[in-house]
């Protein structure tokens, strides 16, 4: 009776101890919540530098999230992240960010004004705001010990709306076809590529 009751118990306490390790097991094991990153890049989501927040809404998708500056003005993106599993992947993305542009920027350009070409003029410019809808490919990986991600992007992004420019203030002139080259350059949209380090929280 006595060995029936100890080979109970004992079949108890190794049942319970071997739930506990699984369950604390799976919580080692369990996805991050949240990341907190930073990032840079070229049509990226965050602009030329900025900062990237992700939040994970299930075992496999994430919402990226991503506010700086870069070259049409301060930035902000909002995307979602596919197969964001928690190991090194490769990660489909879609996403629409808006540049904000600027009012009044001053620049340094080629005018004219009545067929007269004045180079290297400093004058005001308008940017305005733009619209981009974005499709890229992120290449993920996970630290294995503080589930960091480490990301990098390539992709396209889509001019949807805006990101016109024009002289302000100065009436009669016009940019020469060399300066409107140099802005059109900086207008969002194009090959898009990105690298950010994410970390778990």
Request: glycine share 10%.
């Amino acid at each position: 009776m006595k060995k029936l009751i100890i080979l109970t118990l004992t079949l108890i306490v190794f049942n319970s101890l071997n739930a506990q390790s699984i369950k604390d097991y799976s919580v080692a094991e369990k996805s991050p919540q949240f990341y907190l990153g930073a990032g840079t890049g070229i049509n990226n989501n965050c602009g030329l530098i900025g900062i990237k927040l992700g939040l994970r809404l299930n075992d496999r998708f994430l919402l990226d999230v991503g506010a700086g500056n870069g070259t049409w003005g301060n930035k902000i993106g909002l995307g979602l992240v596919l197969n964001a599993v928690n190991a090194t992947a490769w990660c489909p993305s879609i996403s629409i960010s808006r540049a904000t542009g600027y009012l009044s920027i001053p620049e340094v350009l080629d005018v004219s004004k009545n067929g007269i070409v004045e180079k290297n003029k400093e004058v005001n410019i308008q940017i305005n705001p733009a619209t981009m809808f974005n499709l890229s490919l992120q290449r993920q990986w996970v630290r294995p010990i503080s589930k960091n991600r480490i990301v990098l992007e390539v992709g396209y992004s889509i001019l949807v709306a805006g990101g016109e420019f024009g002289l302000l203030d100065e009436p009669g002139y016009e940019l020469e076809k060399n300066s409107k080259a140099k802005l059109n350059l900086r207008i969002p949209g194009g090959l898009m590529i990105g690298f950010s380090y994410n970390w778990a929280l």
